[in-house]
């Protein structure tokens, strides 16, 4: 585990709760209502990978048996903890870091992330795909959420200009995690698992805030 990062992330958690963070949502997406409505819908237990205050896991139980919740901070967890018990649903959580989740082959029907792969370094996205798929059974599935802020492009004529547009076509920024593009998720997505959603959309946070994000949704072939 990097300490420094987890260093990082478990402040957060002990300065805020989850309705003070920007990416916080009162309800779940609809996307995954939207998929628990598919015939096709997996069933088993569920993996909330960087689970936060718990607000999907608790979703989350209603429907899969076992419900766990990731976080790399503990703090995010004994939150978690707290909001299944109030909405008495039953859930269990860890303390990991994504990539490596610390799980049997083949343990969950479905995968959650919302905003956890974006935390993750970006050499280690290979990694991250490849645990999923060792941990979903055959149809499985992954549902994955990833944002980033929308800001305008600076004009081509200035010093930073040129610079973004290479950055929004390779995907890369400097110094810290790059933002996924659907074509890289395209390209890292195991051969095992088919695509069944990959869309990107503007959104705007209970913060106010307008982000760009992705949803993809992955079936991983029977
Ligand atoms: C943007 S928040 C999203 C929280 C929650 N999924 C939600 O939708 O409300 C990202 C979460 O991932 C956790 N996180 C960041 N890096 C992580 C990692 N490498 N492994 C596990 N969790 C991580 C953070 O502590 C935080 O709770």
């Known amino acids: 585990?990097?300490?420094?990062?987890?260093?990082?992330?478990?402040?957060?958690?002990?300065q805020h709760t989850g309705e003070e963070f920007g990416w916080y949502l009162r309800e779940v997406p609809g996307e995954l209502r939207d998929m628990l409505a598919r015939p096709d819908r997996p069933s088993g237990g569920v993996l909330d990978v960087g689970c936060?205050?718990?607000?999907?896991?608790?979703?989350?139980?209603?429907h899969f048996h076992p419900a766990v919740g990731l976080d790399i901070a503990l703090g995010a967890t004994r939150q978690a903890?707290?909001?299944?018990?109030d909405r008495g649903v039953e859930a269990a959580f860890?303390?990991?870091?994504?990539?490596?989740?610390?799980?049997?082959?083949?343990?969950?029907?479905?995968?959650?992330?919302?905003g956890c792969l974006q935390a993750v370094p970006r050499e280690a996205w290979p990694t991250y795909f490849a645990e999923v798929d060792r941990l979903l059974t055959p149809g499985g599935m992954l549902q994955l959420f990833?944002?980033?802020?929308?800001?305008?492009?600076?004009?081509?004529?200035?010093?930073?200009?040129?610079?973004?547009r290479v950055r929004k076509m390779t995907g890369r920024r400097s110094g810290g995690?790059?933002?996924?593009?659907?074509?890289?998720i395209r390209q890292l997505a195991p051969k095992t698992?088919?695509?069944?959603?990959l869309d990107e959309f503007e959104f705007t946070t209970t913060a106010n805030q307008k982000r760009?994000?992705?949803?993809?949704?992955?079936?991983?072939?029977?």
Do not use: C
């Open 212 to 222: 760009l994000f992705i949803h993809a949704l992955y079936r991983k072939a029977a």
């Open 193 to 197: 698992m088919d695509e069944l959603v």
């Open 94 to 114: 860890v303390v990991a870091e994504a990539p490596r989740l610390p799980f049997r082959d083949r343990a969950f029907g479905l995968v959650f992330d919302r």
């Open 81 to 85: 903890r707290e909001l299944t018990k």
């Open 146 to 164: 990833v944002s980033k802020p929308v800001r305008p492009m600076p004009s081509l004529l200035s010093p930073y200009g040129v610079r973004a």
């Open 177 to 184: 995690p790059a933002f996924l593009s659907v074509d890289l």
């Open 1 to 14: 585990m990097t300490v420094d990062r987890r260093q990082t992330w478990e402040r957060q958690w002990e």
């Open 52 to 62: 936060g205050n718990g607000i999907a896991t608790a979703f989350l139980a209603e």
